[in-house]
């Protein structure tokens, strides 16, 4: 028995997404959930594949960003049931690998081995198109379709008085940005925090900055719309990154120290060797922005030795989804997080690619599509 539904799919490189029907099977196997999606955002990391800038196969349902209700569980699943309400995850965990037990379940195995290759867990697509053609599923997911099947760790149940909407961002914008700073930099309340790139990740360090009690959280982007609802977000002061003159008026802010932290979360070389050059002595320079495959930076080691810097990437927040997923959710329903603001427009899944022409221009924070 199968689902056939409408699903975005990509084809090719820079052409748009195509709604076509697929099909997927009703039952899930053994360890997996069938997840009926209610909404997903569309996020910078599905236009990397969309302009070619990540191989990636084809076809695929793109979309990596979801939260939905459980439809029904396979064998062996026991944390899951029909009805639940979940945020979907990027990095399902085998829960057995040394990185699933030592705390880090977001480098496990199995996701560099199959998720990463939009997959699931046995090295297969679950997904149908109409010419009988495998179809993958990006970063195991697709969530631009009505229905997918996860892992039971790919599917993380949260409270069920959550919306949709705001709840699929915690999937991946939420998580990346807020665990970057939380997490990842381990921000404490004497750090001075910048945070270089105001978009969907941007804003979510800002608040988790905020949220772990940043003792200043400077905002840094090329857009004035963009600094000013960083300012929404928590930043303190906002600093124009386009100018030459950036790193002095970082250092100004900061009495000529330089920053504890500096976030960067726009994925290019000029703003990762910026966020390095503004460090305090000691400080950590965090990389959460997503760079184009092949892209080089240059540092001076020297610097890097003498002054104690760290430069660190941050996968999804370095985060639980298992228990930051909930947790997040919580801190939102409870006004600690604002995640209405982010939703700037709600989409039929017919309009995912006028939601990525707005992206490329710059209008707006998230478009979520809702089903
Ligand atoms: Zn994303
Ligand atoms: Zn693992």
New binding site residues.
């Given amino acids: 028995m199968t689902i056939e539904f409408d699903a975005a799919v990509f084809r090719a490189p820079n052409q748009p997404l195509t709604v076509e029907k697929v099909t997927i099977p009703s039952t899930p196997p053994p360890g997996e959930v069938l997840v009926r999606l209610r909404a997903s955002g569309v996020?910078?990391?599905d236009l990397h594949v969309l302009r070619g800038e990540w191989e990636a196969p084809a076809p695929m349902i793109l979309g990596?960003?979801g939260a939905g209700v459980v439809e029904s569980v396979g064998e062996g699943v026991t944390t899951l049931k029909k009805g639940d309400h979940v945020v979907l995850s990027w990095t399902p965990s085998c829960r057995r690998c040394r990185y699933c037990t030592s705390g880090r379940p977001v480098l496990c195995d199995m996701v560099s081995e199959h998720s990463a290759n939009h997959l699931s867990f046995d090295g297969r697509s679950r997904i149908t198109s109409a010419d009988k053609a495998d179809v993958y599923s990006f970063a195991g997911l697709g969530t631009f379709g009505e229905y997918t099947l996860v892992p039971e760790s790919g599917a993380i149940a949260i409270r069920n008085d959550a919306p949709f909407p705001q709840s699929a961002l915690v999937g991946?914008?939420v998580t990346?940005g807020v665990g970057a700073a939380v997490n990842t930099a381990g921000v404490r309340p004497s750090d001075t925090v910048l945070v270089i790139g105001c978009g969907g990740v941007g804003l979510n360090a800002i608040q988790g900055a905020r949220l772990a009690g940043a003792r200043r959280i400077i905002a840094a982007d090329i857009s004035d719309d963009r600094l000013e609802q960083a300012r929404l977000f928590g930043a303190t002061d906002l600093v124009d990154s386009g100018q030459e003159d950036f790193a002095d008026r970082v250092r100004r802010l900061t009495d000529g120290r330089g920053v504890e932290i500096a976030i960067e979360a726009v994925g290019l070389p000029r703003t990762i060797e910026s966020a390095y050059e503004v460090l305090a002595r000691g400080g950590t320079a965090v990389v959460a922005g997503q760079v184009a495959d092949g892209v080089k930076i240059s540092v001076d080691p020297f610097v890097m030795s003498d002054q104690e810097l760290s430069l660190i990437g941050s996968n999804y927040g370095s985060s639980k989804p298992a228990s930051d997923f909930p947790l997040l959710v919580d801190h939102y329903m409870n006004q600690r997080l604002d995640l209405d603001s982010l939703v700037t427009s709600e989409i039929g899944l017919q309009d995912v690619n006028e939601a990525f022409d707005r992206m490329k221009r710059g209008i707006g924070i998230r478009s979520v599509i809702t089903y």
Avoid: L
Wanted: aromatic share 0%.
């Fill in positions: 996020c910078h990391s990596h960003e991946c914008a990346t």
